[in-house]
């Protein structure tokens, strides 16, 4: 199967910054889906992309899906101290698992 | 409509001993998957199963064991428990199993399992 790599690992951002994370494959994906889970939380789905050069806005987040679909980003403007968590992304790998990524994980300064 | 449900939340066993956890689905989600979580390994995904077959199983040893029922509620065991199997361990929750397209998973509280 294959595996997603997340980078950074660690994100520290200084309250109305901008910041994105990465997700890398080195396999084409069918599709990839974000999560984000708050401290003490579980993982909560957030958006799930599905077509080469996809991009999806919520409000502050734009997710982006790379035109040969072995990638993605996150890309989040002016930080707030919401944002806090971890985000993963996840892609089903080609055994039919949902694999996640191993995460990054946002910390935010006021 | 009600969310994942996991129980018990919270879990203390003895090395050695057995434990047996529990979820219950989005009422008419068929997919269940179970995930264990440590700070050190992320989400690493142990089990899938829809309309009561196992779909797919992660590299865990045997000792842990799942099964889904007729409700499609499931439960997975956990034998001959060692520390390192102290973690949070989620469910989740599909309307389709995973690979089939849209399947957005739906996680549960989860379980936090201490072995002492």
């Known amino acids: 199967g294959q595996q997603v790599m997340q980078i950074p690992q660690y994100q520290h951002v200084q309250e109305g910054e901008d910041f994105t994370t990465y997700c890398n494959s080195s396999?084409?994906?069918?599709?990839i889906q974000w999560y984000k889970q708050r401290p003490g939380g579980h993982p909560v789905f957030l958006i799930q992309?599905?077509?080469?050069?996809e991009v999806k806005k919520q409000k502050r987040l734009t997710f982006q899906f790379g035109e040969a679909k072995k990638n993605s980003s996150l890309h989040i403007t002016a930080t707030q101290t919401t944002d806090v968590g971890t985000y993963f992304c996840?892609?089903?790998?080609?055994?039919?698992?949902?694999?996640f990524g191993a995460g990054t994980q946002v910390v935010v300064t006021p | 409509k009600a969310g994942v449900t996991q129980t018990p939340r919270y879990l203390i066993k003895t090395r050695g001993q057995q434990v047996t956890l529990s979820c219950s689905p989005i009422?008419?989600?068929?997919?269940v998957s179970w995930y264990q979580q440590t700070p050190g390994q992320g989400l690493q995904f142990l089990f899938e199963y829809f309309s009561e077959t196992q779909r797919n199983k992660g590299n865990f040893p045997g000792r842990f064991s799942g099964r889904q029922f007729s409700n499609s509620r499931s439960e997975m065991n956990v034998s001959t428990l060692e520390l390192g199997d102290s973690a949070l361990y989620l469910c989740a929750s599909s309307l389709h199993y995973a690979g089939a397209g849209n399947t957005e998973a739906f996680f549960g509280q989860g379980t936090r399992l201490t072995v002492v």
């Open positions: 992309l599905v077509k080469s050069g």
């Open positions: 009422s008419g989600h068929r997919s």
């Open positions: 996840a892609a089903t790998d080609s055994w039919g698992k949902l694999q």
């Open positions: 396999t084409t994906l069918s599709n």
